[in-house]
């Protein structure tokens, strides 16, 4: 069973609106964390935001925000006011100690998300 | 401060012969982990280590051998190359709270 997974494998936002990138995860560790990055198209990893499970409030870094639902194992990231420069595929990921006490994570599929002028 | 530096950028093998992808970070991170990437599958782990001289498997193994005598240092090789291990790989490092990439290998076999 996959341990992230990111159910829309493309999504269309105009300019200057938001969008909600879906993430849902499955672990039985109490203590976890869960990771969004972003892959332009140059190809690198670019860490956006991160949520651990004992934060009491949701992650915000600039226009990411991070939409943590506990009981639903639910870590979407909201963009607000989106930009041309946010077309990227977008990867949820999560860390859990069950690896040996290890602490790397396990990525989604992800999401491509296009930005409309 | 380089980060974490993934050499070569891009390579071309033959079926049948090996090589080894070099991973170096200068953050003094004791995680250090193997994703490749193919596309529609995400980054899936190859193999990782929690420390020097302490690896272990992840999703993907197979074809794969790695040792980590550093800190430092962390290559992957490739034992004998076959079509299906073309892909982009990455080196990770990190902390609990963020992972740290290198810039990703290219590798066709062919």
């Known amino acids: 069973a996959q341990k992230i997974t990111q159910t829309q494998p493309g999504m269309f936002v105009q300019e200057k609106e938001a969008v909600t990138l879906d993430c849902t995860y499955d672990?039985?560790?109490?203590?976890?964390?869960l990771f969004w990055y972003k892959q332009p198209s140059s190809g690198e990893m670019i860490f956006l935001i991160y949520?651990?499970?004992?934060?009491?409030q949701n992650a915000t870094e600039g226009r990411y925000s991070l939409n943590f639902q506990k009981a639903r194992k639910s870590a979407n990231l909201v963009i607000s006011a989106s930009q041309l420069g946010d077309s990227a595929m977008y990867f949820c990921?999560?860390?859990?100690?069950?690896?040996?006490?290890?602490?790397?994570?396990?990525f989604g599929r992800g999401t491509s998300l296009i930005v409309h002028p | 401060n380089a980060g974490v530096t993934q050499t070569p950028k891009f390579q071309v093998l033959k079926t049948g012969q090996s090589m080894t992808l070099q991973c170096a970070q200068d953050m003094n991170h004791e995680y250090m982990s193997w994703y490749r990437q193919d596309p529609g599958m995400g980054l899936r782990l190859i193999h990782y280590s929690v420390g020097a001289g302490i690896t272990d498997q992840g999703e993907v193994p197979n074809g794969y051998n790695v040792s980590r005598s550093t800190t430092e240092d962390f290559p992957l090789r490739l034992l004998s190359a076959a079509p299906s291990q073309t892909s982009v790989y990455f080196c990770a490092t990190g902390t609990t709270t963020e992972a740290f990439f290198g810039q990703g290998t290219r590798l066709t076999v062919v």
């Open positions: 990921a999560m860390r859990e100690p069950s690896r040996g006490g290890s602490y790397i994570p396990t």
């Open positions: 672990t039985s560790d109490p203590s976890y964390g």
């Open positions: 949520q651990g499970s004992y934060d009491q």
